[in-house]
């Protein structure tokens, strides 16, 4: 797929992990929905903000940082109370990645400020280090079932409340259907190829667990690599999971979000990685294209990432038809320049966080060990 470069405008939407202050990682087994919507009740409330962020039927996503977890509800309907998994921070549509980027990395630093505060510590990781699964308790309702199978995507929302990674989108406002539905069926069959070079889950049910994403291995697949943000009707895919959803806001028609990578600490990380994605969505040489993520590959690909030769192989194809589709946008072809030193160094987040556990004491929890 070809597109207009200068038609595109871009957001980022990061999730965000916790330590409470013994070095615990905070989920919904040791932190309550209050203790994190308190942080958010303390961060600034901009009516401006609401023409670009969707709000949610629950009131939650008032800000651009709101509580991110699991709700639950009664036989009625009405929400009973929300189990936390951590805090998402999201960003206005941005005409440039630099701006976006530096809206997240003022709100980022504005929420460290108000958690810190109160005893948590923010830091990013790919996938809850202690515990793999979030158990449904009490079972659902049949309220709650009825509205839990609406898409594939509610289907599997218990999986999400494990994971933790970033929404990075790309909006091209005057793209037709069928060239949305085409972007993100080529993201989705590349993910395999690009979700390395953010690993940031090495850990998992408190210990290392022999890969680098714990996250790439047990959600997509199960969960989207790739969505596009469509008109209405018109163009929609029928799969599972969904590669395409009917836009919630204007703002969303035209949106293509990638779903696949890991939490990243650096919010220039993310830049890089939108420089490349755009690249790949204006080049028109490569040909592959999947409606749904190929989960045997992600598995595979989560254990050695770019340490696979075959996989450094094909990622390094990628960034160099991000490049040539790139070469008039000086800009991003500087941000590409990080991203090809990690990749021809074989590195991603989860080797380092590897690095840090393996030269501490063995004693400190694993929590803080990470950080």
Known sequence: MAGDPDGVRFGIEHELAFLRGDGAFADFTNTTFTELQDIVDALPEDPADYPDLRVGDQGIKLKRWYVEGFERFDDAGRLLRCDPKGIEVRTRIHSSIDDAVAALERDVAALEVEALARGLVPFAIGFNPVRSAYPIVPELNEWERVHRTGSPEERTAHLHMVTH?????????????????????????????????????PFRDGRPWGGLSARTAIRTGARPAAMAFLAGAEGQVGSDPSLTQVARLPAEIGRIEFKAFDACADPALYGELLSLLTGLLLDDTLLGRRITPDAAVHRQVAIAGLRDPEVHA????????????????????????????????????????????????PGVRLGAHIA
Do not use: Q
Not at 176 to 183: E, H, I, K, N, S
Not at 319 to 347: C, S
């Open 165 to 201: 990674g970033p929404d990075l989108n790309l909006s091209f406002p005057d793209m037709d259907a069928a060239g949305l539905v085409d972007a993100a069926a080529k993201l989705t069959f590349y993910s395999p190829f690009l979700v390395p070079l953010s690993f940031s889950s």
């Open 314 to 361: 094909r990622t390094g194809e990628l960034i160099d038809a991000a490049e040539r589709a790139l070469a008039e946008r000086p800009e991003d072809l500087d941000r590409l320049v990080g991203l090809r030193k990690r990749w021809a160094a074989r590195e991603c987040p989860a080797t380092a966080m590897l690095a840090r556990y393996e030269s501490g004491d």
